[in-house]
């Protein structure tokens, strides 16, 4: 079992950098894959990036490639989003997920388990 808890979103103008960070609660942390999905208004949750359990397997959706990094720190029981060069097109409620594979995170919405999600409003 686990809980997840999203901090850090807010309100930039386009260009701005900002971090995203997701604690979680609960045992196995580390056993899980976890990501980032977004929600922007009117329109599905997708897919933005994703981290494996290690560390080291990460996938991007091809909008935020170059401009988005995933991390996780498995001591701390967190995951990170950076997010630079921030544009409009980003204003979303950002969502952390926790489930078994990263890979599947590419292509699937049905997580094992959800956070209550951060807005982020990126103006022009």
């Known amino acids: 079992q686990a809980q997840l808890g999203e901090a850090g979103g807010g309100a930039v103008q386009a260009g701005d950098p900002l971090r995203l960070s997701c604690a979680a609660s609960g045992s196995s942390f580390s056993s899980y894959a976890m990501g980032w999905f977004r929600q922007a208004p009117v329109k599905e949750r997708e897919f933005v990036a994703a981290?494996?359990?290690?560390?080291?397997?990460?996938y991007y959706a091809d909008p935020v490639k170059g401009r988005l990094t995933i991390s996780r720190d498995n001591h701390a029981n967190k995951i990170y989003l950076q997010m630079n060069n921030l544009k409009p097109e980003d204003t979303a409620v950002y969502y952390c997920?926790?489930?078994?594979?990263?890979?599947?995170?590419?292509?699937?919405?049905?997580?094992?388990?959800w956070g209550e999600g951060t807005l982020v409003t990126v103006s022009s």
């Open positions: 981290i494996g359990w290690v560390g080291t397997t990460t």
């Open positions: 997920a926790a489930d078994l594979s990263a890979q599947r995170m590419t292509r699937d919405l049905n997580m094992a388990f």
